[in-house]
């Protein structure tokens, strides 16, 4: 049975950091890439960060530079540094992983994700 479990998520104030983190069972997290996606209220889930198997690394334009994903396969955990919060990224972020491998370096698109966790819910405040 998969399960993957966020956690590290909060109330921060504009211009802190988080770190969140996905913790992986059930899956050969080592072979696997992975994602991080946010959903705001009122807004469609998007993807903020993906990593490929082998570490590389795909981040929207919008959001570069001040998200870093990174896995370590040691402890089967993938990881979402988010610097310099707004208020804008307040939303619910889950992490992802495919079933299969992706049709690319890294999965960019929902659909090739299987397995969610239940999301942490990080709020911005001004």
């Known amino acids: 049975q998969v399960q993957l479990v966020e956690s590290g998520g909060g109330l921060v104030q504009a211009g802190g950091s988080l770190t969140l983190s996905c913790a992986a069972s059930g899956i050969i997290f080592s072979i696997k890439a992975m994602g991080w996606y946010r959903q705001a209220p009122g807004q469609e889930r998007e993807l903020v960060a993906a990593?490929?198997?082998?570490?590389?690394?795909y981040y929207p334009d919008s959001l570069k530079g001040r998200f870093t994903i990174a896995k370590d396969n040691a402890k089967s955990t993938l990881y979402l540094q988010i610097k310099t919060l707004k208020p804008e990224d307040t939303a619910m972020y889950y992490c992802?992983?495919?079933?299969?491998?992706?049709?690319?370096?890294?999965?960019?698109?929902?659909?090739?994700?299987?397995?969610w966790g239940q999301g942490t819910q990080v709020t911005v405040s001004s």
């Open positions: 992802a992983a495919p079933r299969n491998h992706c049709s690319g370096l890294v999965c960019f698109e929902e659909h090739e994700y299987d397995y």
């Open positions: 990593i490929s198997r082998g570490g590389s690394t």
